[in-house]
């Protein structure tokens, strides 16, 4: 993602120090609510389910390099911290994206993209804790995937399959050079540390409404279906969008979707990407997402990308989404 704009004026504060887990507050709940769940800038986010308790991490801001929030409804949440106040050697606080926390053997992995000291480009790298909100210790020397020829690789997306193996999915940021921007995917190992196999180019930007670019890869099955959603488009402008392709194996052969975009810029709620899904307690599905307000569209005018969450239901095999601020029945709580 070209977010270089946004980091300049909003996060040279860099990692801050470490926190500590406050008490948790009491439960909450609602028959319905509006979105945004989380009204202030909460970019490219990422939501976990562990247990009871949600947690939602999303690109550095306010001086945090992963912030990290705790919800038990989807629709309430509280700040816990940072939850990877400190980066590895390799890389420069203040341009760290997308975080993706996954469940692996032994505790936790965070994907994270940050600022390539050496080279200047933007690689991932990854860092394990025992708890979902860190903190997360990245020893690594090197980032986990840089392909410098490339334009550098950024949004790091985990899945484990229902046979237990664990995929990661990204971009390649060639979007920073004159170079098509692909998705890309690689099994990891077990405890979510370690690539293994081979890298493998699944879909590049190409049609006219992803405009220079496709990111934020989002792995997801329904039934014997796999579903690669994805964002393109300008980020900083209303023709963001989602959209997806599907294959019959995590590694592809993948198919872009005739639909796309299937979620776009929709009355109040404007570029909508940075996209996940998860499950209520009663099995519903609902994308995650940010979106800027339709009349805030950009930092240099204040504006700010806010979580937002709406209901994702499936006519058969297809994924329908309808971006809304009106009032909507709440997820049912775990």
């Known amino acids: 993602m070209t977010k270089a704009l946004m980091v300049l004026g909003l996060l040279l504060g860099g990692a801050g120090p470490a926190t500590t887990t406050p008490a948790p507050t009491p439960a909450r709940s609602a028959a319905t609510f509006q979105n945004p769940v989380i009204a202030e800038d909460f970019p490219d986010p990422d939501i976990l389910q562990v247990g009871k308790t949600y947690y939602a991490y999303s690109t550095n801001a306010g001086g945090q390099t992963v912030p ?9 949440w509280d700040a816990v911290g940072d939850a990877m106040p ?8 203040g341009n760290t994206w ?3 926390v996954m469940k692996v053997k032994g505790g936790y992995a965070l994907y994270f ?3 390539h000291t050496d080279s200047g480009r933007q690689c991932i790298g990854v860092g394990f804790a025992t708890k979902p909100d860190g903190p997360f210790n990245s020893p690594s020397k090197t ?3 840089c392909q410098l020829d490339v334009g550098g690789s950024i949004d790091a997306a985990g899945f484990t399959d229902q046979d237990g193996k664990a995929y990661l999915y990204w971009k390649n940021d060639g979007n920073c050079c004159s170079q098509l921007t692909g998705l890309w995917v690689q099994p990891l190992s077990p405890d979510g540390q370690t690539l293994t196999g081979k890298p493998k180019d699944l879909i590049y930007n190409g049609q006219l409404w992803e405009g220079n670019l496709i990111e934020a890869p989002f792995m997801y099955r329904h039934g014997s279906h796999y579903y690669l959603f994805y964002s393109a488009a300008a980020w900083d402008t209303d023709t963001y969008a989602v959209g997806y392709a599907v294959a019959t194996s ?3 052969p993948f198919k872009k979707s005739a639909n796309n975009p299937l979620v776009a810029t929709t009355g109040p709620v404007a570029g909508p990407g ?3 899904i998860i499950t209520d307690g009663r099995g519903q599905t609902w994308m995650y997402y940010h979106a800027w307000n339709s009349a805030e569209v ?3 005018i204040g504006g700010q990308r806010s979580l937002r969450l709406d209901p994702l239901k499936w006519k058969g095999d297809v994924p329908v989404v309808t971006p809304s601020v009106k009032t909507e029945p709440a997820p049912a709580k775990p």
């Open 86 to 93: 400190v980066l590895p050697d390799w890389a420069t606080g």
């Open 68 to 76: 990290v929030f705790r919800s038990a409804d989807l629709v309430h």
């Open 298 to 300: 950009g930092y240099q």
């Open 274 to 276: 940075g996209q996940g």
């Open 143 to 145: 980032p986990l995937v």
């Open 98 to 100: 997308a975080p993706d």
């Open 113 to 115: 993209t940050a600022r």
């Open 250 to 252: 995590p590694l592809g």
